[in-house]
């Protein structure tokens, strides 16, 4: 059974910077996608970054690239999330999802597209 756990929330103000953990175990492939969403209250859950196991590539949603970075430590089975020049807006429950991918590219940031789910971390960033 995969299992994710989210790390590193807390509360920072704007133009700060946080990362995130996600302990991933679990997986009887070496092939699969992670993910990082997140959802404010009031709103549907977003798909932020996803990476690549296999050969670590990476892709992002709009409201995030550029400012935040997705990478993995396979060694550790663990993937980060670099969050730099947070904003209000940035506010939200962030969570660590995956799916399995095969030979496949990992570009979904679709939520129901993942399977697997950790149980969130929570980000408040004050202006």
């Known amino acids: 059974q995969v299992q994710l756990v989210e790390s590193g929330g807390g509360s920072v103000q704007a133009g700060g910077s946080l990362r995130l953990s996600c302990a991933a175990s679990g997986f009887t492939s070496s092939y699969y996608c992670i993910g990082w969403f997140r959802q404010a209250p009031g709103k549907e859950r977003e798909g932020v970054a996803v990476?690549?196991?296999?050969?670590?590539?990476?892709f992002y949603g709009d409201s995030v690239n550029g400012r935040f970075t997705i990478s993995q430590v396979n060694a550790q089975n663990t993937v980060y999330l670099q969050m730099n020049s947070l904003k209000a807006e940035d506010t939200a429950m962030y969570y660590c999802a995956a799916r399995y991918s095969g030979y496949g590219p990992c570009r979904s940031l679709e939520r129901y597209d993942y399977n697997f789910w950790g149980q969130g971390t929570q980000v408040t960033v004050s202006s």
């Open positions: 990476i690549n196991s296999r050969n670590g590539i990476t």
